[in-house]
Nanobody, 130 residues
Framework: QVQLVESGGGLVQPGDSLRLSCVAS????????IGWFRQVPGKEREGLSC????????YHVPSVQGRFTISRDNAKNMVYLQMNNLTPEDTAVYYCAAEQVGITGMALLIRIWGSKGTKWGQGTQVTVSS
C-alpha cells in the first residue's frame, strides 16, 4: 500500500522545538521531491518547505525560514521537518507530501501542492500554547 505517515506532533510551549517525521511505504522516496505543508481549520493548506530529489536543494517560505529545516533519509525512506522557536501561530495540522516534479525552489513547492499525483500523509497535529 502506497502511503505516507507523519508522526512527532504534539503540544509544546512557545519557543520549544519539535521534529516531525514522515515515513513512506509502498514506494521509494529516492526519486521523489518532497514537501511539508500545514493547515488550520477554515484556511487553505499552506506550503512550508520542499526539497528537490535531484540536487537536494531546499526552499523554505519566509515565515519559517531560519526556524524550520526539511531533510530526508533515503535509506530509511523518511522525511523530516525540524521546527525551532515555535510560536502559537505555528499551531496547525502538518502534512508531508511527495511528487515527481523535477524543479526546485518555490516553484517546486507550488507544484507539489497543486499536482493531482501528489502523495499526501494523513497529517499530525502540532499545538503551540502556554
Amino acid at each position: 500500500q502506497v502511503q505516507l505517515v507523519e508522526s512527532g506532533g504534539g503540544l509544546v510551549q512557545p519557543g520549544d522545538s519539535l521534529r516531525l517525521s514522515c515515513v513512506a511505504s509502498g514506494f521509494s522516496l529516492d526519486d521523489y521531491d518532497i514537501g511539508w505543508f500545514r493547515q488550520v481549520p477554515g484556511k487553505e493548506r499552506e506550503g512550508l518547505s520542499c526539497m528537490s530529489s535531484a540536487d537536494g536543494s531546499t526552499y523554505h517560505v519566509p515565515s519559517v525560514q531560519g526556524r524550520f529545516t526539511i531533510s530526508r533519509d533515503n535509506a530509511k525512506n523518511m522525511v523530516y521537518l525540524q521546527m525551532n522557536n515555535l510560536t502559537p501561530e505555528d499551531t496547525a495540522v502538518y502534512y508531508c507530501a511527495a511528487e515527481q516534479v523535477g524543479i526546485t525552489g518555490m516553484a517546486l513547492l507550488i507544484r507539489i501542492w497543486g499536482s493531482k499525483g501528489t502523495k499526501w500523509g494523513q497529517g499530525t497535529q502540532v499545538t503551540v500554547s502556554s
